[in-house]
């Protein structure tokens, strides 16, 4: 059974920047395109970032610019590298692969950014 797992995520003040980490256990790391998401209070949760596995990246326009995607297949783990951070970006942090059909949701990662 795959296993999604976050962390990295605090407190920041704006302005400032945070590592998310997801380990993905089970081999199908290496053959998706994973993503990061994020749900905020009252809103939809969405996709921020994705990257394929052959190292391809695509951002959503609010995060172009500030956030990073990277996966490192030999430790079976997704980053995102947020910086410049804004209040608005406050949300719970998850990864999931990136397409129609997703893993069980892991339970996310807390960011909150302070203005």
């Known amino acids: 059974q795959v296993q999604l797992v976050e962390s990295g995520g605090g407190l920041v003040q704006a302005g400032g920047s945070l590592r998310l980490s997801c380990a993905v256990s089970?081999?199908?790391?290496?053959?998706?395109?994973m993503g990061w998401y994020r749900q905020a209070p009252g809103k939809q949760r969405e996709l921020v970032a994705k990257?394929?596995?052959?190292?391809?990246?695509n951002y959503a326009d609010s995060v172009k610019g500030r956030f990073t995607i990277s996966r490192d297949s030999a430790k079976n783990t997704v980053n995102l590298q947020m910086n410049n951070l804004k209040p608005e970006d406050t949300a719970v942090y998850y990864c999931?692969?990136?397409?129609?059909?997703?893993?069980?949701w892991g339970q996310g990662t807390q960011v909150t950014v302070s203005s």
């Open positions: 999931n692969l990136a397409g129609a059909v997703f893993l069980t």
């Open positions: 089970g081999n199908i790391f290496s053959i998706n395109t």
């Open positions: 990257i394929t596995s052959g190292g391809s990246t």
